[in-house]
């Protein structure tokens, strides 16, 4: 666990003594240094890949470039260097996105290697410990389950994407009951972006439909305020800040995307939206300060 002390305003308050934040800046001192080199290490070894990848400009160098990045960070991760651990995550996670970005172009067409790529990502999210890797892994379930090089763009899957990424929500959600700390982060980011994208593709199907299934706009948008509406509840409730604020969000582009197409952008619309918008907004400022004095739990 991190914590962040103003250490000048605890002496000044009589709560901890000079000798004491002395220590304590002692050990801020070393783990700075211990950063400092490792964020070197990676500069260096990033600047020397973008270098043999100009002088080799092809797909094939970023993947083998992305096997050595990886299998580095791996080593370094599996032989504990407690030391070189920042450097290895950071090349961990450069040699996954050059593997992804070589092998995708190369055969990113194929179902298969995209979700081999999807748990690639996922795995190499564990291992490096890196929430980006993690929202990677969720936008490569949906790429996987979505992407068709013939069909463009996909609003004929619409439906099997939200049911798709809202099961996956909801396993992510129960995972992050049972994790320690340190992998419940990565399972609520990825979560995290799975809301994201499920309110996207509500978004996209209140406007163009789902061709494959029949279902019109106006169904997308009746099924997308009951979503909302529901999960809001449950979030206040649940007290799951982050929950409700991007339902806030997502509830405000629903309500003006809906607002524009049936009055469109007139000067009475645009104001009228503009001041529904600072309501809005100040009704999220008045819940975040009612939760910041509520006692403290979970937000997911």
Same mark, same amino acid.
């Given at each position: 666990?991190?914590?962040?002390?103003?250490?000048?305003?605890?002496?000044?308050?009589?709560?901890?003594?000079?000798?004491?934040?002395? #220590?304590?800046?002692? /050990?801020? *001192?070393?783990?700075?240094?211990?950063?400092?080199?490792?964020?070197?290490?990676?500069?260096?070894?990033?600047? +020397?890949?973008?270098?043999? +990848?100009?002088?080799?400009? *092809?797909?094939?160098?970023?993947?083998?470039?992305?096997?050595?990045?990886?299998?580095?960070?791996?080593? %370094?991760?599996?032989?504990?260097?407690?030391?070189?651990?920042? /450097?290895?995550?950071?090349?961990?996670?450069?040699?996954?996105?050059?593997?992804? *970005?070589?092998?995708?172009? !190369?055969?990113?067409?194929?179902?298969?290697?995209?979700?081999?790529?999807?748990?690639?990502?996922?795995?190499?999210?564990?291992?490096? #410990?890196?929430? !980006?890797?993690?929202?990677?892994?969720? %936008?490569? /379930?949906?790429?996987?389950?979505?992407?068709?090089?013939?069909?463009?763009?996909? =609003?004929?899957?619409?439906?099997?994407?939200?049911?798709?990424?809202?099961?996956?929500?909801?396993?992510?959600?129960?995972?992050?009951? @049972?994790?320690?700390?340190?992998?419940? #982060?990565?399972?609520?980011?990825?979560?995290?972006?799975?809301?994201?994208?499920?309110?996207?593709?509500?978004?996209?199907?209140?406007?163009?439909?789902?061709?494959?299934?029949?279902? =019109?706009?106006?169904? /997308?948008?009746?099924?997308?305020?009951?979503? &909302?509406?529901?999960?809001?509840?449950?979030?206040?409730?649940?007290?799951?800040?982050? +929950?409700? =604020?991007?339902?806030?969000?997502?509830?405000?582009?629903?309500?003006?995307?809906?607002?524009?197409?049936? &009055?469109?952008?007139?000067?009475?619309?645009?104001?009228?939206?503009?001041?529904?918008?600072?309501?809005?907004?100040?009704?999220?400022? @008045?819940? =975040?300060?009612?939760?910041?004095?509520?006692?403290?739990?979970?937000?997911?």
């Amino acid at each position: 666990m991190k914590v962040t002390l103003d250490l000048d305003a605890l002496v000044r308050s009589g709560q901890i003594t000079p000798a004491e934040a002395e #220590r304590l800046k002692g /050990f801020a *001192a070393a783990d700075t240094g211990a950063l400092g080199a490792n964020v070197l290490f990676a500069l260096g070894a990033t600047a +020397v890949a973008c270098g043999v +990848v100009a002088l080799l400009p *092809a797909l094939e160098t970023v993947v083998a470039l992305g096997v050595l990045l990886f299998g580095t960070g791996l080593f %370094i991760r599996l032989q504990g260097f407690a030391r070189m651990q920042l /450097f290895a995550q950071i090349i961990i996670v450069i040699g996954a996105l050059a593997l992804c *970005a070589g092998i995708g172009g !190369l055969y990113g067409e194929h179902w298969p290697v995209r979700v081999g790529m999807t748990l690639g990502l996922a795995a190499s999210a564990v291992l490096a #410990r890196s929430g !980006l890797l993690a929202g990677l892994a969720v %936008i490569g /379930f949906a790429v996987t389950i979505t992407f068709d090089p013939e069909i463009w763009p996909p =609003n004929h899957f619409l439906v099997v994407v939200i049911v798709a990424l809202s099961a996956l929500v909801l396993g992510l959600y129960i995972l992050s009951l @049972r994790l320690a700390p340190e992998h419940e #982060r990565l399972a609520i980011i990825a979560m995290r972006v799975g809301i994201v994208l499920v309110n996207v593709a509500f978004l996209a199907g209140s406007v163009f439909g789902d061709d494959n299934l029949g279902v =019109n706009a106006v169904a /997308f948008s009746v099924a997308w305020a009951l979503a &909302l509406l529901a999960f809001g509840a449950w979030a206040v409730f649940a007290n799951r800040r982050w +929950v409700v =604020n991007s339902v806030a969000v997502f509830g405000a582009i629903h309500f003006f995307t809906q607002w524009f197409m049936v &009055l469109g952008a007139q000067p009475v619309s645009i104001v009228g939206g503009g001041i529904l918008l600072i309501v809005f907004g100040l009704a999220l400022a @008045r819940f =975040n300060n009612w939760v910041g004095q509520r006692p403290a739990s979970k937000s997911a």
